[in-house]
């Protein structure tokens, strides 16, 4: 089936720093969704991605889908205490209507 | 507007038990999902569900029920509660629309955190 992988798993940074998570398919996806989960929160969508080659950005935050639309950034520039988190992506298949998690990178920012 | 609501938030449970999560969402929105997070785990599947009275199998659906009754809400059953399922518990709901607009953005309840002695 289809396996969605995201390194690093734990990133620890000091505040001003930039941060990058990745997210890998193992198949071709027809989009690419983003969301962040605050310590003791629930998942929040921050963005999707469709089409290949796809830049977007929010304020500091970087987010690209590769050209062959198997793999995704998130980039954080100058990253604040603020950031603090896990990083999702998630995948969704032409073929499915369901959505495939990564397992996530869980970022730490140091004040 | 609520969003997604779950109750209870949290539980404690002995070995063989059995409980019920709710999930209710106000948005009416046509899919359902119920996902378990464990440290490292990521987000997994159980259950789902495309519409009222229908369910389908997710990633880990074994030692779970669920069931679409209304399309706002979407349960999910333990019938005999194992260590293995502690965790926290989300529900999800979406929409079903064109891809371009963003299917499948899904909206997450608070969570259950459910604990199995």
């Known amino acids: 089936g289809q396996q969605v992988m995201q390194i690093p798993q734990y990133q620890h940074v000091q505040e001003g720093e930039d941060f990058t998570t990745y997210c890998n398919s193992s198949t071709t996806l027809s989009n690419i969704q983003w969301y962040k989960q605050r310590p003791g929160g629930h998942p929040v969508f921050l963005i999707q991605l469709v089409k290949s080659g796809e830049v977007k950005k929010q304020k500091r935050l970087t987010f690209q889908f590769g050209e062959a639309k198997k793999n995704s950034s998130l980039h954080i520039t100058a990253t604040q205490t603020t950031d603090v988190g896990t990083y999702f992506c998630?995948?969704?298949?032409?073929?499915?209507?369901?959505?495939?998690f990564g397992g996530g990178t869980r970022l730490m920012v140091k004040p | 507007n609520a969003g997604v609501t779950q109750t209870p938030k949290f539980r404690v449970l002995k070995t063989g038990q059995s409980m019920t999560l709710l999930c209710a969402q106000d948005?009416?929105?046509?899919?359902m999902y119920w996902y378990r997070q464990d440290p490292g785990m990521g987000l997994r599947l159980i259950h789902y569900s495309v519409g009222e009275g229908t369910t389908a199998k997710g990633e880990v659906p074994d030692g779970y029920n669920v069931s679409r009754l209304k399309k706002q809400n979407f349960l999910l059953g333990l019938e005999s509660a194992a260590p293995s399922q502690t965790s926290v518990y989300f529900c999800?709901?979406?929409?079903?629309?064109?891809?371009?607009?963003?299917?499948?953005?899904?909206?997450f309840g608070a969570g259950s955190r459910l604990t199995v002695l």
């Open positions: 998630a995948g969704l298949t032409n073929a499915g209507n369901m959505l495939t």
């Open positions: 999800a709901s979406s929409y079903v629309r064109p891809l371009a607009s963003g299917a499948n953005v899904l909206t």
């Open positions: 948005m009416n929105h046509e899919y």
